[in-house]
């Protein structure tokens, strides 16, 4: 008899939290579910309380726990919450969190030396070599819970690195890859809510549209495996289907196909990096007519080129990176800003940036994120409101 794996879920009313619950409900032998924290979906929370009865919960928002059905869990509340749950007995934490709340409970758990499946890409964009040091330190296992960088992460594994050419990671296009760049000025928010392959959040939904989901997805793979940015690349590939490429320094090309469903890439992390027999969304080839390729427009799409510039600029400009894009997409959300100004907002933000080489301890992370916060803020107002 095995012993059951521990879980941790941050961000569990999201859509990769709720693929992580059926992961672990198609196999309760595997897994216990310790722990569940969510910003404020009350209702969702007590139907996942009700059916995984864990022993801690979290809800974010203070304001809204008189609503929660604990039945005989603990209850916490914020990010001091989250984190003391992360130091509780728990072997693997799923960080499902949307955005750079994701940092500090990043930097908990890896502390605390336990297995991380990190689906919240903005911690690595921001503290990725504090993170590369504490993971040296501590030992902890880092494994990416994103489709491209579990995909990557499985083909690199045993490799050596000076095999390696280049790994590729691919990109939808999202629902605008065929836009021109007079149209991209009047989309709204329901037209960037509609995108073509994932079903997901909020935040990434619209991170995807920009493209500055990839920008960020390059930043991400850069601390992930360790590689110049020279040596990162992106394909636009709208089926979805090849999610990670390395090309070999033999001219070898490997890739990694498997249906657009997040729950393949969460479980191959839940089950260390081992591959279940899993129900969902077998991948018929017979079914798939054609897969094609072609490289991103960074006309239109400014955002891969501004994460490569950021890259270049150091450890600072990465930070400035993900908060102005942040402040300008909660602004896009809002319906203050258009849709053309979200990555017109960033390149201005990351030319006034710090210029701070090297970034490897939280406070300072912290201060670049305020610093942020305020000149991005500046870019907004002034300028013109999208359509509703
Ligand atoms: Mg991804």
Redesign the pocket.
Known sequence: MTMKKKILILGSTGSIGTSTLDIIANDPASFDVKGLACASNVDLLNAQIDRFRPANVCLFDGERKEGVNLQGARLYTGIEGMKEMIRSDVDIVVNALPGSIGLEPTVEALNCGKTLALANKESLVMGGRMIRNIIAKTGAELIPV???HSAVYQLLKGIDHSEVRSIIITASGGPFRKHTKKALENVGLSDAMNHPTWKMGRKITLDSATLM?KGL?IIEARWLFDLEPEKLRTLVHPESIVHGIVEFSDNSLFAYMASPDMKIPIAYALYGEKRAALPFSPLNLDSVLKLTFHPPDLKRFPSIRLAYEALMAGDGALIAFNISNEVAAEAFIDGRIKFTDIPRIVAETLAEAPKEPIIDNLDKIRDIISWTRNVAMTKITGTGRRKL
């Open positions: 994103d489709s491209e989901n997805e």
